[in-house]
């Protein structure tokens, strides 16, 4: 995939904006605009989604550290693009906007689950301790994954801003 010097800018943009709404989210735990951004930007960008996603996955490590937290997001945001890819392109328009949301919620409500396997790994833990951390998790997965739905509302205008933007440049 041969990038242009506008896609190599642009990338760079949507990734801080994805770091930058993350940093601003972080009062309120579990609620933020990355499932967001990854559906929208895979929605119009396809495999090329991956420069932005993967541009904000490495600001989160430089600015927080690359720690065992950090681990997850190499891979956590990989699946819900390819969730979004394998989504037919001739969705009837009327659908896009509830799939969009119930993809980015199911995410939410699966986050725990989807970094549990890093987390065994990487702190030892039994299959049992495994199933122990992902269940001490549910309310916050129920909190993102409602959140999710709910900021799933902006899919549709963020991919329709970003077409636009496109069109003009």
């Not at 989160?60 to 819900?80: E, H, K, N, R, S």
């Amino acid at each position: 995939m041969r990038l242009t010097t506008k896609e190599i800018a642009v990338f760079g943009i949507l990734g801080a904006v994805m770091y930058a709404s993350k940093l601003i989210m972080e009062a309120a735990p579990n609620i933020h605009l990355l499932g967001v951004f990854t559906i929208a930007f895979t929605v119009v960008y396809r495999k090329k989604a991956l420069y932005p996603i993967y541009i904000f996955v490495f600001l989160a490590g430089i600015f927080g550290g690359f720690a065992a937290w950090w681990v997850p997001y190499l891979y956590i945001w990989t699946i819900l693009w390819g969730a979004v890819m394998l989504l037919p392109k001739n969705m009837p328009q009327k659908a896009k906007p509830i799939v969009y949301m119930l993809i980015c919620a199911a995410h939410g409500f699966l986050y725990g689950t989807l970094y549990a396997p890093a987390q065994a790994i990487l702190y030892g833990m039994s299959l049992q301790g495994m199933i122990a951390w992902i269940i001490a998790g549910l309310p916050w997965d129920c909190i993102h994954g409602i959140s999710n739905l709910f900021c799933g509302i902006l899919i549709v205008p963020i991919i329709s801003t970003l077409r636009l933007a496109d069109r003009r440049m």
